[in-house]
T-cell receptor, first 112, second 114 residues
Framework: DGGITQSPKYLFRKEGQNVTLSCEQN?????MYWYRQDPGQGLRLIYY???????QKGDIAEGYSVSREKKESFPLTVTSAQKNPTAFYLC???????????FGDGTRLSIL | GESVGLHLPTLSVQEGDNSIINCAYS??????FIWYKQESGKGPQFIID?????DKRQGQRVTVLLNKTVKHLSLQIAATQPGDSAVYFC?????????????FGTGTQLKVEL
């Protein structure tokens, strides 16, 4: 089945540690996105990429980094500079034009 | 800055009744709008979308209405079922000359009472 796979489902980070969240899609979408969701709130855009080897900062990019070496993959690294990383992280993909974005089932990141 | 917001954070309805979830947007240049449903612990699921050249669009048991005059978007769910219980988000795509960046509202919790 076509879709978006995020892993792991749960992740724990120690102080000063960088962690990487995986996002893979087989929908042949050009664009991919990372969002952060805090309890009882909407989604906020961290980074997005409209084409391989190119990406742009979203509204809350500080403390995060991404790469887009392959069309299918858009990993997100939560660095030690992100002082409040506990959240639900959602990856999405979609066509570049006005079409729905499709979401994975998220990774919940917590601090040890 | 521009924002998308919802009038009601929680909506409770009886099973079988119709539900109406509202959303206000402030960017008059937005040309595309989407409704998503999010169940606990899962990612948002696409429900229905509408472009700014339309004022109504219907799907299976759902209808989206767009009123550009007052910058208002609504989602109507007919014959609400227990499985409709979830958080519903509206999102808009402000015209930025390209791309598909979405701005999301804060969400409305729909609770279906038996």
């Amino acid at each position: 089945d076509g879709g978006i796979t995020q892993s792991p489902k749960y992740l724990f980070r120690k102080e000063g540690q960088n962690v990487t969240l995986s996002c893979e899609q087989n929908l042949n979408h050009d664009a991919m996105y990372w969002y952060r969701q805090d309890p009882g709130q909407g989604l906020r855009l961290i980074y997005y990429s409209q084409i391989v080897n190119d990406f742009q900062k979203g509204d809350i990019a500080e403390g995060y980094s991404v790469s887009r070496e392959k069309k299918e993959s858009f990993p997100l690294t939560v660095t030690s500079a992100q002082k409040n990383p506990t959240a639900f992280y959602l990856c999405a993909s979609g066509p570049v034009s006005n079409q729905p974005q499709h979401f994975g089932d998220g990774t919940r990141l917590s601090i040890l | 800055g521009e924002s998308v917001g919802l009038h009601l954070p929680t909506l409770s309805v009886q099973e079988g009744d119709n539900s109406i979830i509202n959303c206000a947007y402030s960017n008059s240049a937005s040309d595309y709008f989407i409704w998503y449903k999010q169940e606990s612990g899962k990612g948002p699921q696409f429900i229905i979308d509408i472009r700014s050249n339309m004022d109504k669009r219907q799907g299976q048991r759902v209808t989206v209405l767009l009123n550009k005059t007052v910058k208002h978007l609504s989602l109507q769910i007919a014959a609400t079922q227990p499985g409709d219980s979830a958080v519903y988000f509206c999102a808009e795509n402000p015209f930025t000359g390209g791309g598909n960046k979405l701005t999301f509202g804060t969400g409305t919790q729909l609770k279906v009472e038996l």
